[in-house]
C-alpha cells in the first residue's frame, strides 16, 4: 500500500487539520474534530447538515459554506458519523429556521442521522437521497444507494434556503430534485481503506464493475472492459429508461471521477455521455465534470442526470463560494 500518510489511525485527524488550515476563510473546525462548519454563519435561514464517511472527498465538508451546507460530520474512512457528532454539528449552526439533514441512503448513515434527529433540540427534517439505478438493494443500502446526485441536492437545495426558503419549502424541494436525479456508476480498479491496507475488490486489467458504489461494494456484474462509448450507452441508457424524460426536457449532467480517473477521460466520458442523451430528446443545459463524490483511489467514474425546471435551474446558478465549487 502507497499513501501519503504517517499512520493510518491520524489519516483522518491530519487531512482535516490540513483543510480547515487550505480553507480558513470559509470553514472552520468543530470541538474535537467532530464536525465542519461554515465560519460565517447565517442564523436567519434553515441550516443544512450532511455527512458520511470520509474518503469520498470533497463530498461533504468540501460542499459548507455559502450556497451549499452549514456543516459536515466526517466520519472514519467509509464508515458514518456518530450521532453525537451529528447532534453537535446541528446545535452549532442551528437557528430558529430550524435544520435539514441530508442523507445518503446507507444504511449506518441513515440510523446515525435518525438517532440524531431524536436527541437533537430545535426543529430538525431529514431528506434521504438515493439516486443510483444500479441496485435496489445491497449490504450498506436500504433500497436505492444514495451516490453523486447528493451533491445535485446540497446545491439546489443549498442555493434555497439561502434566499430564504423555511424548513418546510426545503425538504418538498430535496425531495423534488431527489425524484428527479438518477446516476450509475463504473470502477476500472479498487480503492484501498487506509486501515486496510489491501485493495477492497480486485479486478484484472480486462475487467469492470459495472454499477459500481462509492465504496466499492458490486453493483449489476463484472465484465470485460469495453470502449469509452460502450460503456457510457449502457450507464446513460439505465438513467434514461428510469427517469424517462420527455423529449425537450432541460437536464444537468454531471460526471464525476472517482478520484483516480484522469480528468482527460473524465471529459472524454461526458463527450459521449452528452452525445447519447441529446439522442434521446434531452436537452444538457447545465453540465459539471471533476472529482466530487470520490472513493479514495478507485479508478472509474459516475455519470449523474438531474431534470431541470425554471427553479431548480436557477438555484443551481446561484452563488456558491465553498472548498470544492465556486461560482
Not at 436527541?119 to 436500504?142: K, L
Amino acid at each position: 500500500m502507497k499513501k501519503f500518510m504517517n499512520s493510518a489511525e491520524t489519516v483522518l485527524q491530519e487531512s482535516l487539520d490540513g483543510f480547515v488550515g487550505a480553507h480558513a476563510d470559509i470553514v472552520t473546525l468543530g470541538p474535537e474534530r467532530k464536525f465542519v462548519h461554515r465560519r460565517e454563519l447565517n442564523r436567519n435561514k434553515v441550516a443544512l447538515v450532511s455527512g458520511g464517511g470520509s474518503g469520498h472527498e470533497p463530498l461533504h465538508a468540501g460542499f459548507v459554506g455559502y450556497g451549499m451546507l452549514d456543516a459536515a460530520c466526517p466520519g472514519q474512512v467509509f464508515t458514518s458519523p456518530t450521532p453525537d457528532q451529528i447532534v453537535e454539528a446541528a446545535q452549532a449552526v442551528a437557528g430558529d429556521a430550524g435544520v435539514l439533514f441530508i442523507v445518503k441512503n446507507y444504511a449506518g448513515d441513515r440510523m446515525n442521522f435518525e438517532m440524531a434527529a431524536e436527541i437533537a433540540d430545535g426543529r430538525t427534517a431529514t431528506v434521504i437521497t438515493d439516486d443510483d439505478v444500479a441496485v435496489e438493494n445491497s449490504t450498506h443500502s436500504m433500497g436505492r444507494r444514495g451516490v453523486a446526485g447528493t451533491m445535485v441536492v446540497e446545491k439546489i437545495v443549498g442555493a434555497a434556503a439561502e434566499k430564504g426558503a423555511d424548513l418546510a419549502r426545503c425538504v418538498a424541494l430535496a425531495e423534488r430534485v431527489n425524484a428527479r436525479t438518477r446516476s450509475m456508476g463504473v470502477a476500472l480498479t479498487s480503492c484501498t481503506v487506509p486501515a486496510a491496507g489491501t485493495p477492497t475488490f480486485s479486478l484484472a486489467n480486462d475487467e469492470m464493475e459495472m454499477g459500481v458504489g462509492i465504496h466499492g461494494e458490486p453493483g449489476r456484474r463484472r465484465l470485460k472492459l469495453e470502449t469509452a462509448d460502450v460503456i457510457a450507452a449502457e450507464m446513460t441508457t439505465a438513467i434514461a429508461d428510469d427517469l424517462a424524460p420527455r423529449a425537450g426536457s432541460d437536464a444537468l449532467l454531471l460526471v464525476n471521477g472517482f478520484g483516480g480517473t484522469p480528468t482527460i477521460e473524465l471529459y472524454l466520458m461526458y463527450h459521449a455521455a452528452r452525445r447519447m442523451l441529446e439522442q434521446r430528446g434531452l436537452r444538457i443545459s447545465r453540465s459539471v465534470v471533476g472529482n466530487f463524490v470520490t472513493s479514495l483511489e478507485m479508478a472509474g467514474c459516475s455519470i449523474t442526470v438531474s431534470l431541470l425546471d425554471g427553479e431548480t435551474a436557477a438555484l443551481w446558478d446561484h452563488p456558491v463560494h465553498t472548498a470544492a465549487i465556486r461560482w
